[in-house]
T-cell receptor, first 115, second 112 residues
Framework: ETGVTQTPRHLVMGMTNKKSLKCEQH?????MYWYKQSAKKPLELMFV???????ENNSVPSRFSPECPNSSHLFLHLHTLQPEDSALYLC??????????????FGDGTRLSIL | TQLLEQSPQFLSIQEGENLTVYCNSS?????LQWYRQEPGEGPVLLVT?????EVKKLKRLTFQFGDARKDSSLHITAAQPGDTGLYLC????????????FGTGTRLTIIP
């Protein structure tokens, strides 16, 4: 139990569907992150939120839309995805996004498959 | 783009053997972390190093941060099946840009 919970664990969707990934952290952290993990590629940082404000957007296509309603919850809204978007999507949290040496606590991810 | 190389990409050894995996870049790091990711789970932090030349031990795992702050190694003594997993290094390349850059990982399998 890492203190970061992601739902759903698995998601299969068509290219025209709309779905959302959810992340919740119970650690009292101020920063939350979305990462994409594809086979044979490094973890790619997608978005960073600090105290509910987006502080990093790594040139992610607009078909991915993040939302952070409070410091404990993070969503990733998905719309009109492409087959190459199939991957493991990981959520993480840390105490302070501006200090990289602080540990990041990861959820177990959502395995997304686009048909 | 600053890249982080990990080697070997795959490693499969017998239980009880020793092994070393590496993390290298052409650029200086301000800090470095090692994570282990088991199948079906997210990465879990093993250690953070911030000082060049630093050595940290965690039971049978020894982590070293290179003097030039461009490389790191992870040595496992007497490997056990529970050590199986994907080992990821993650670095911050400079203060003021605190984003973590991850390597592609070393997938380690320990054969009982």
């Amino acid at each position: 139990e890492t203190g970061v919970t992601q739902t759903p664990r698995h998601l299969v969707m068509g290219m025209t569907n709309k779905k959302s990934l959810k992340c919740e952290q119970h650690l009292g952290h101020n920063a939350m992150y979305w990462y994409k993990q594809s086979a044979k590629k490094p973890l790619e940082l997608m978005f960073v939120y600090s105290l509910e404000e987006r502080v990093e957007n790594n040139s992610v296509p607009s078909r991915f839309s993040p939302e952070c309603p409070n410091s404990s919850h993070l969503f990733l809204h998905l719309h009109t995805l492409q087959p190459e978007d199939s991957a493991l999507y990981l959520c993480a949290s840390s105490q302070d996004w501006s200090i990289a040496s602080q540990p990041q606590h990861f959820g177990d991810g959502t395995r997304l498959s686009i048909l | 783009t600053q890249l982080l190389e990990q080697s070997p990409q795959f490693l499969s050894i017998q239980e009880g053997e020793n092994l070393t995996v590496y993390c290298n870049s052409s650029s200086v790091f301000s800090s470095l972390q090692w994570y282990r990711q088991e199948p079906g789970e997210g990465p879990v932090l093993l250690v953070t190093v911030v000082t060049g030349g630093e050595v940290k031990k965690l039971k049978r795992l020894t982590f070293q941060f290179g003097d030039a702050r461009k490389d790191s190694s992870l040595h496992i003594t007497a490997a056990q099946p529970g050590d199986t997993g994907l080992y990821l290094c993650a670095v911050s390349f400079r203060l003021g840009n605190e984003k973590l850059t991850f390597g592609t990982g070393t997938r380690l399998t320990i054969i009982p």
